[in-house]
């Protein structure tokens, strides 16, 4: 790089093929790649081409919250003391003056009265979390509607799951940490929760508060997962899932020109640098503006923690709202066998519904990757009516959820609608196994009449609102053909054949029985992609029959 | 049938064929190929491009100007100042100007960064190749059998005493770290099965004391379908345990008219009809602190579990699984109210030790 004096004498310079760099910047890229190698890295990477569609930036909206969060929660750590050493506030907001509390809280109000400009990265904070997980959440549904997890996108889905599931949690920690009366009923909550395991529930509970309930180490405990443990792993992870969709490349919707072993779009420099960096920004503003108007947990008017106080309407953050909810509807079963009390009104909502509803979403490409028996790469993806058990099964998952959710708020629901809170309950209670069903049946059929619509524009052409009058009188509405780009873009998509058993006996009479798993895939496929499943889509016989013999009508 | 797609029929160049000739003859849903790319105004206008650029600097520099006002809002504003803003009411002035100018600075940011892509940069489509993510069949086998080879160099399948200490020591070695974990805290022993009342005797009672007011209570000062909140004597909120110690010693106080109370033991437990219960609710421990006068109805605001008072706080709704325990009760000489002891079942939430 450099030409110093001292050439070595007579040994002649290794001759370099390289061009002499053209400036300085050439120069330093020349001197970093031969240390990194980055031109191999950037040669498949700096020109990336990423199909554009609006539903594949909410993936983006999860990456930049999580910076958010990242950037403001280091600067909170520089004032928040998580603590729950007793000290006696005397700061400027006056109705707290002289009230005892915890460090905890006491520094959480300081930074919301003290340190200027706290308050709003305290706010930015908190709205941050709350749009990263919505975020994370209509992120998965893109990708689950649209078949976007299927093979080679398995892994990368439970990625996601992984990281969904720790964004909740984190969120629990975090808001457990100010040591007010709002979350320190939620902490309370979850030490009922650790206490109904069976067998080892006390001494979890003895050894996660360090004693007995409140104790002194819960809070700096969940400070150090909260701030440390739990965003370490999902920094991991996120780096594992980008790596994999820069790896897998981006799926892209169906259209002319855009097959199974391409992938269309614009390159990643410039058009995505500029539109994905400046929608960091855009989030980013946006959230700080939020956080400007609207205040979000505001924690002096709770009052610090004391365990004999409690506020009504206490709620957990939206996301941990369908465990409230299920937590709510649970009936008081409790079962005493020999000595011992097994809390099953507690333990069957949390440790076996909770996750149950969400492994369900882990599980869900594997399940369906066993019954379709499909061992190819997908990069197109499905229009959600194209699928219709599928989206079926996530709109009823969907709705399951919000049920749940809605259960969490009951009180709210009574008193706001004036309705009994026995009742709300029984309802919630019926409608946890009712609704979804309904959900399913609903929107399968809504898919399959997509489905039929489609079918129709594709044989019979689109509606002009041209009405002619024919020679006898009859009235008709001249329909138009759909451009080749559209009638290729609604029949591109490929209909799964159910998965039929072998015959049940062989050539030679043999009676050869399908094991049970079998059977239930062939069952299950039956299900899926069966008759009644789908409505067979147009082929180009029925188009030209169509088409050539009595022309358009 | 876009498995059949193959390469060739992606158009080399743009503005192919036109769709409805290609449609005429052959297969009519075949692939068109990439459609021509149209060209957006600021493509083929110098002025409009021109303008675009224009507006993407005036965000850029208003974007300036807010982090300006930014800093400007951080130097001036008195923290304390609270202002009315239309619609939001009354908010913390500092507050709203940090957010909305920071707000304004990192949006106007990224507007001209995206109005830039959208109107300045290329917007042609293109296509980029797609490689299969598994390796073909000459890579597959050449990796296994490097692995083969590094396997039987390194003799671990062979070589079974090595294989088996290794797997014992490394299965032994993470308990080090699980031994660690014991000092988070001591054992549970009988600790939840006694409050602080147990520090209550026949020969010493503890006087209860309403938490309102820190005082003793008098029986008669206790009027039918009331509510009072209680901890025991000497127990202050100063206390280095008080979070502890209140979070299963807190009581809930009420008087029912004796004729009204349905549980003998219950009403044998209190004293001319007022009836100590604990306050913490044993489904998962929230204070219970809603009282319906009319039914007796005590309602956790958690959960909604509902506790009938007058009927040894049987649990008439809700996800609790049994009452509340309730703590005998009586006056001593001077006509204040005192325990002689502790609950005579474990308090708050239940766990698989409590026996029934």
């Not at chain 2, 059998?145 to 039987?152: C, I, K, P, S």
């Not at chain 2, 029986?219 to 299963?248: N, V, Y």
Request: glycine share 8%.
């Amino acid at each position: 790089m450099s030409s110093t004096s001292s050439t070595t004498s007579g040994a002649a310079k290794p001759a370099s093929t390289r061009a002499k760099p053209a400036n300085k910047w050439e120069q330093a890229a020349d001197w970093t790649d031969g240390r990194l190698g980055i031109y191999s890295l950037a040669k498949t990477n700096l020109r990336k081409i990423f199909p554009d569609h609006w539903s594949f930036m909410l993936g983006e909206i999860c990456l930049y919250t999580f910076i958010i969060i990242i950037l403001t929660g280091v600067y909170l750590t520089l004032f928040f003391k998580p603590s729950m050493g007793e000290v006696v506030y005397n700061g400027s907001y006056i109705p707290l003056k002289g009230i005892p509390m915890s460090e905890a809280y006491a520094s959480t109000v300081d930074i919301s009265f003290e340190v200027r400009g706290g308050l709003l990265v305290r706010q930015i904070h908190h709205w941050a979390a709350l749009v990263f997980v919505a975020a994370m959440f209509v992120h998965m549904m893109r990708v689950f509607f649209t078949g976007a997890f299927r093979k080679p996108r398995e892994i990368n889905w439970v990625f996601g799951f992984l990281l969904l599931v720790l964004g909740m949690f984190d969120g629990f920690f975090g808001y457990s940490l100010p040591d007010d009366l709002l979350s320190g009923t939620g902490i309370r909550f979850m030490e009922g929760a650790v206490l109904a395991t069976p067998l080892i529930g006390t001494y979890v509970q003895m050894f996660l508060f360090g004693g007995e309930f409140p104790g002194h180490d819960i809070v700096p405990r969940f400070f150090t997962i909260h701030v440390l443990l739990i965003p370490g792993i999902m920094l991991g992870l996120l780096v594992a899932h980008l790596i994999l969709v820069f790896y897998h490349k981006h799926t892209q919707w169906a259209g002319p020109g855009k097959t199974e072993k391409n992938v269309v779009g614009m390159p990643l420099m410039p058009v995505y640098m500029a539109k994905a960096g400046g929608f960091f920004f855009l989030v980013f503003g946006l959230i700080a503006a939020i956080s400007a108007i609207a205040s979000i947990n505001p924690i002096w008017a709770y009052g610090p923690y004391r365990p004999d106080q409690v506020s009504t309407d206490a709620q957990p953050d939206w996301y941990m709202g369908f465990s409230e909810g299920l937590i709510r509807i649970m009936p008081g079963w409790e079962v005493s066998l020999w000595g011992h009390t097994l809390n099953l009104g507690v333990a069957i909502p949390l440790m076996v519904l909770f996750p149950m509803v969400l492994v369900s979403i882990a599980a869900y490409p594997f399940i369906e990757g066993w019954i379709t028996g499909d061992k190819r790469e997908h990069h197109i993806l499905d229009r959600p009516r194209n699928a219709p058990v599928r989206t079926a099964l996530g709109a009823a998952w969907i709705s399951l959820y919000l049920v749940l959710l809605a259960a969490g708020g009951n009180d709210l629901f009574a008193t706001h609608l004036h309705l009994s809170i026995n009742s709300v309950t029984y309802f919630v209670r019926v409608g946890m196994f009712v609704v979804p069903v309904i959900v399913f049946i609903v929107t399968k059929r809504w898919c399959l009449g997509l489905q039929r619509r489609d079918k129709e524009k594709v044989l019979h052409g689109r509606e002009t609102g041209v009405i002619k009058r024919l020679p006898h009188g009859e009235f008709v509405e001249v329909h138009a053909q759909l451009p080749q780009k559209d009638l290729h873009k609604l029949t591109a998509h490929e209909q799964i054949e159910p998965f039929e058993l072998p015959a049940e006996t062989d050539e030679n009479g043999v009676a050869s029985k399908a094991n049970v798993l079998d059977r239930t895939r062939a069952k299950l496929s039956r299900g899926f992609y069966g008759e009644g499943s789908q409505i067979p889509k147009p082929t180009s016989e029925e188009h030209h029959e169509i088409t050539s013999g009595h022309g358009h009508h | 049938m876009s498995h059949d797609m193959s390469e060739e029929k992606l158009p080399e160049s743009h503005g192919s064929a036109g769709h409805h000739e290609v449609a005429a003859h052959g297969d009519p849903f075949a692939d068109p190929g990439l459609p021509a790319h149209e060209p957006r105004r600021t493509d083929i206008d110098e002025r409009a491009a021109k303008r675009a650029e224009r507006q993407v600097s005036l965000m850029f520099v208003v974007s300036m100007l807010a982090t300006i006002g930014f800093i400007a809002s951080y130097v001036a504003i008195d923290p304390d100042k609270i202002v009315y803003i239309w619609p939001l009411g009354h908010v913390s002035a500092l507050n709203f100007a940090l957010g909305m100018t920071l707000g304004l600075a990192l949006f106007l940011i990224g507007a001209g960064a995206v109005h830039w892509a959208r109107t300045l940069m290329s917007d042609h489509e293109i296509p980029a190749e797609r490689h299969p993510i598994e390796a073909d069949d000459e890579v597959r086998a050449d990796v296994i059998e490097q692995f083969r080879t590094g396997a039987a160099e390194s003799g671990f399948g062979r070589r079974k005493m090595i294989r088996n200490t290794l797997i014992g020591s490394m299965a032994l070695v993470p308990l080090s770290g699980v031994v660690l974990l014991r000092d988070l805290g001591p054992l549970p022993e009988d600790k939840l099965e006694h409050t602080g009342w147990e520090e209550a005797t026949d020969a010493k009672p503890l006087q209860l004391i309403n938490m309102n007011t820190n005082q003793p209570m008098k029986a008669e000062d206790i009027i039918t379908g009331s509510l009072t909140f209680a901890m025991p004597e000497g127990l202050s909120t100063h206390d280095e345990d008080f979070q502890q110690r209140i979070a299963k010693d807190a009581l809930m106080l009420v008087r029912i008219a004796p004729e009204n109370i349905k549980d003998d033991k219950s009403k044998e437990k209190g004293f001319e009809g007022i009836l100590a219960y604990s306050k913490i609710c044993t489904h998962v421990g929230c204070p219970i602190s809603l009282y319906e006068q009319q039914t007796h109805h005590a309602l956790c605001p958690c959960h909604q579990s509902t506790f009938d008072l007058a009927d040894g706080a049987r649990v008439i709704f809700g996800p609790a699984g049994h009452p509340l325990p309730q703590l005998k009760i009586t006056t001593d000489e001077k006509g204040f109210l005192v325990a002689h002891g502790d609950f005579d079942e474990p308090v708050g939430p239940s766990y698989w030790e409590r026996a029934r």
